[in-house]
C-alpha cells in the first residue's frame, strides 16, 4: 500500500519531536519530508550555551 506523505517545513526542535511521535504511533503510515532552512542538520539549541561556554554536553551534568 502506497504511503501517505507527510511534510514538515522547519527543521527544529518541535517539528523533529512531532514527527518522532508520528512515527513511534504509527511507524509505517508516512513516507517523511522536511524542509530546513539552514544549511546543517538538526541540532539542539538548547545544548549550544553549555557548548559553547566549554561544559560537557552530557544531559546529566
Ligand atoms: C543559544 C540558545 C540557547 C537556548 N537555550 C535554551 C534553554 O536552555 N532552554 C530552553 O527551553 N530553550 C532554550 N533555547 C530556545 C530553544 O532552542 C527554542 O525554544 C527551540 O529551539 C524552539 O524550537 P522550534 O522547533 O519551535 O523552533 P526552532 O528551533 O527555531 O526551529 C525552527 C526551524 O524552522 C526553520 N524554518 C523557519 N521557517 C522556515 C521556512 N519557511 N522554510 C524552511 N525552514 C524554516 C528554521 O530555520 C529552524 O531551523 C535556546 C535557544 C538558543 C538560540
Known sequence: MRKE????VGNGM????????VLKRDPGRYEVTIFGA?????YDRIMLSPVLAGRNPSPTS
Open 38 to 42: 539552514e544549511p546543517r542538520v538538526n
Open 5 to 8: 506523505r507527510l511534510v514538515v
Open 14 to 21: 518541535a517539528g523533529c519531536r512531532a514527527v518522532a511521535e
